[in-house]
């Protein structure tokens, strides 16, 4: 068991759950965003941070540049 959590953020649904599917195949727990604000919110919400972020960088609402200015 690898025990390593993930922070998705990824705007393309098809993207986003192919992902998914395949991180947590490979024994990851994968939190997943829509966007950077929702990605914001969820590190917030979690007492643990995860291990890695995939972040895409071309999003609506809150972008990856947006998301990485936030946590400097």
């Keep these: 068991m690898i025990n390593k959590k993930i922070l998705l953020v990824e705007d393309d649904q098809d993207i986003r759950e192919t992902l998914v599917e395949l991180l947590e ?4 727990e994968v939190l997943f965003a829509e966007n950077g604000q929702i990605g914001l919110d969820k590190l917030a919400a979690t007492k643990d941070l995860p291990h890695l972020i995939l972040l895409d960088l071309m999003m609506p609402v809150k972008d990856g540049f947006q998301f990485c200015a936030e946590k400097e």
Excluded: F, K, N
């Design 25 to 28: 195949g490979e024994g990851y």
